[in-house]
């Protein structure tokens, strides 16, 4: 297997006065997670909300406290009805004085309508569980005594927000509840406004753009919207500022514009960076932008960002990425995890964001709704390019809905437009029936925003509107599904290796299949499914990628899915992800991983994956998955054979096809492949014949992110039957009890705390609040050893 370098990361807790504004503690309700500039406060508002589910309009009562993100309900592992409904979220904090200062709460995402209230006064009613909104609270609040802020949220079904679907039919889940960050933002009465809340077209917050760019030198423009909320008028200058990421500076000052009272501008200053470090999947540097304010000769506002520069080029047969032609390997991302639905922390965004990494990605279709902004922002970071999707899926609906959808991508665009991971902009409903008039409309809408050559539409219905056309594998005809498209457009094959062999019309593997049964045959398989299964799925997964190669105007792809997930219409997961629900890997995750190369970057390296538990019910044609050159495989420390990769009709065209080995008989031991690149080792791997279990073996899933400090996190946490040996037993479903010592009140195990193993591993979801000091559980079940793990940061 590969090796990883985990990413250290902490966070500072600052606590600082300014304007003689003080910070509060939590016990006022105000988190010490904060991101503070010299004007401006960003705090985390997440703490120490009261919630309540209503049933039949009941009075607000039996309140119980809750942190943010959190989900209306917790749910079985399997969702099979799940809960909708309405629940009040209320919260109490002090105003000791405002002293000009503006008070805006940010809610990140809310399932999916939000009516909110300060003081008895509805502020808002936001429709849409996707995307941000903003309120200014400040003409509702009452100085020198306990203020209130209210949310009434509903994740009922509405057919007039988008998806628009009733959950008994929809392809995932409406889990209601604020399962974002809410911050709480305070400024000057001359800001920097919010690009959602303020709701102009190609503009509002800060918009960056570069439209040349060269290893020489980027161009581009800084635009930012300042608005004036004091009874005179201001001279508005900026100071922009990038800073790579070796510490060099790169200053810009506006001319000066003036701001007449109550009213909102825009500044825009050109600018030119020298030999600038561009973004790649192999080198994804960043930049930080920081926005200063100078109004009338004094620093009233301030904001950072991170972004990039990156040069993207769409033609009719390929991709091109800073120059150079690149054919995109990608997936898709469900935002779900278990038991809590949505409510997932910024960290474990990152992990997920890792996870696609580390399994040998560069992109990820976010399917099929805008997802997190720490999501975007690890993506950014990690070297994922990103196809962003407006929420859509087997419907259309009323011209509300129609405008509501039009919505969602100014505010998509609003949002993400600063993301050098974005690439692609799905303004699409998927699998929906789009008239031709929202399509134009929609495309209108986007370029609007967007209005750059490098702004490129996505869109399931082959209409010119759209710069992509990105249909599933499933909506050609096999065998040979988009081989032979002939127009003069480019191609990027959004789902593919699911549903052609779920409904078994696969292509050219159709002999193989002849002796399996109907749910032998199909991708979506659970560990539990065992050798047979995950090594079919990971046939199908590259007899599909293979056959997508061959495409002259395909220009990239992304498989369905990463990870498995629960569906409104149906009570099973769905399958066919390449980890399970728990983010646990399948075989075909081990042939993505083996597709990567060339060796550039920290998450790619030579590797070796032996398919197979070698048990006496094991398959005897071993497969191997790697990116070397030749494997070799040993049996009990004999050679069994050194080969190049295999040579057929389904691996011809991909980067690193798979080895097949044929032991002369079973024989309990070791199998050991070893792969070479120029006649030299370079990775190997052991798998040992699993014995009888005797005991248990803990291990925690930080993916490359410690636990939060002092915000919720969670994390998984593995309990592994094992041999005397150490080896997994892959047949083992022991009923496992976990426990956390002393039940400390910063932690909790979220679902059942008894679970039984699939494929030899238990898995519990730890949430934890504070993480200020280390945790213990412990694991048991009867006839094997106990044991326990400190979780603490690596």
């Given amino acids: 297997m590969k090796k990883r370098e985990l990413n250290s990361y902490g966070k ?234 070796e510490e060099k500076r790169h200053e810009f000052l506006s001319s000066e514009a003036e701001a007449g009272a109550e009213e909102a501008i825009s500044v825009s200053k050109e600018i030119s960076i020298k030999n600038p470090q561009l973004w790649s999947p192999s080198d994804p540097k960043l930049y930080r932008l920081k926005v200063e304010v100078i109004a009338d000769g004094e620093l009233v506002d301030s904001e950072e960002i991170k972004t990039g520069i990156r040069d993207i080029r769409l033609t009719d047969t390929a991709f091109y990425l800073n120059g150079k032609k690149h054919f995109i390997n990608g997936t898709n991302r ?162 593919y290796g699911d549903w052609e062999y779920y409904a078994q019309n696969a292509g050219f593997n159709q002999k193989a299949f002849s002796d399996l049964r109907e749910e032998e045959r199909s991708s979506r398989q659970l560990r539990s499914a065992g050798e047979a299964g995950m090594l079919q799925q990971a046939l199908n997964f590259q007899e599909a990628f293979n056959s997508n190669l061959k495409g002259p105007h395909t220009v990239g792809q992304a498989n369905w899915l990463m990870f498995d997930y629960n569906r409104g219409y149906s009570p099973d997961l769905e399958s066919s992800g390449i980890a399970d629900i728990f983010r646990i890997p399948k075989f075909s995750y081990y042939f993505y991983q083996s597709q990567e190369g060339p060796f550039t970057d920290a998450f790619s390296d030579p590797m070796v994956f032996i398919a197979n538990f070698w048990t006496a019910g094991s398959s005897k044609d071993v497969k191997v998955f790697s990116n070397t050159e030749e494997v070799a495989l040993f049996l009990n420390g004999k050679l069994v054979a050194r080969k190049r990769a295999d040579e057929n009709i389904i691996s011809d065209e991909l980067p690193f096809p798979p080895f097949t080995f044929h032991p002369d008989q079973f024989e309990p031991g070791t199998l050991k492949a070893v792969g070479y690149i120029d006649g030299e080792e370079v990775a190997s791997q052991v798998v040992q014949t699993p014995e009888e279990p005797v005991a248990l073996k803990l291990n925690a899933d930080f993916s490359g992110k410690n636990i939060a400090l002092n915000t919720p996190d969670v994390i998984f946490v593995y309990a592994q039957v094992v041999d005397k040996n150490g080896t997994v037993v892959p047949t083992a479903t022991n009923k496992i009890k976990f426990s956390l010592e002393a039940a400390p009140k910063n932690a909790e195990i979220v679902g059942p705390a008894a679970i039984k193993a699939e494929a030899g591993i238990a898995t519990i979801l730890l949430r934890t609040e504070n993480f200020l000091h280390p945790l213990k559980i412990k694991a048991s079940s009867p006839g094997l050893e106990e044991t326990e793990i400190t979780i603490e940061n690596p």
């Avoid at 503006?102 to 849409?128: L, P, R, Y």
């Avoid at 409406?174 to 919010?194: A, S």
């Avoid at 960056?208 to 800084?222: N, P």
């Fill in 12 to 245: 500072a807790l600052i606590m600082a006065f300014l304007f003689g504004f003080a910070l509060y503690s939590c016990k006022s309700g105000i988190e010490s997670d904060s991101r503070i500039t010299e004007t401006r406060v960003k705090q985390n508002f997440g703490r120490n909300w009261e919630f309540r589910r209503l049933a039949d309009n009941a009075a607000d009562e039996s309140w119980e406290t809750v942190n943010i993100p959190h989900s209306m309900k917790t749910e079985p592992l399997v969702v099979k009805e799940q809960w909708q409904g309405k629940a009040i979220y209320r919260k109490k904090f002090q105003v000791p004085s405002l002293e000009g200062r503006k008070w805006f709460f940010h809610f990140e995402g809310v399932m999916q309508e939000a009516k909110v209230s300060i003081n008895d006064s509805v502020v808002m009613v936001h429709k849409g569980g996707y995307l941000p909104f903003t309120v200014d609270a400040t003409p509702f609040l009452k100085e020198g005594r306990e203020n209130t802020i209210r949310v009434e949220v509903s994740n009922l079904d509405d057919f007039e927000i988008p998806p628009g679907k009733a959950l008994e039919n929809l392809d995932f889940n409406y889990y209601g509840g604020i399962y974002r960050n809410v911050w709480l933002i305070k400024t000057n009465p001359v800001y920097i406004t919010d690009a959602v809340r303020a709701n102009q077209v190609n503009g509002g917050g800060i918009l960056v753009h570069f439209d040349s760019i060269s290893e020489e030198v980027a161009r581009g423009l800084v635009k930012t919207q300042i608005r004036n909320e004091t009874s005179e008028n201001k001279q508005i200058q900026l100071r922009v500022v990038f800073t790579d990421e």
């Fill in 334 to 495: 469900h935002q779900e995890y278990p038991y809590i639905g949505y409510a997932l922390s910024d960290e474990a965004q990152y992990r997920d964001a890792y996870k696609i990494k580390e399994a040998g990605f560069d992109f990820v279709r976010l399917s099929h709704y805008p997802q997190s902004p720490a999501f975007l922002a690890a993506c950014d970071e990690l070297g994922i390019m990103v196809m962003d999707a407006i929420p859509g899926w087997q419907f259309f609906g009323n011209e509300e809905f129609v405008q509501n959808s039009l919505q969602n991508i100014r505010d998509m665009a609003r949002r993400d437009r600063n993301h050098p991971s974005v690439i692609f902009w799905e303004n699409s409903l998927n699998e929906s029936g789009m008239s031709k008039e929202y399509m134009k409309k929609a495309n209108a809408t986007l370029k609007a925003e967007l209005p750059y050559e490098d702004t490129y539409s996505a869109g399931w219905i082959d209409d010119p509107a759209y710069d992509l056309y990105i249909p599933a594998r499933q909506h050609a005809k096999p065998p040979f599904y988009w081989n032979h498209y002939e127009k003069q457009r480019p191609l990027f094959i959004a789902e």
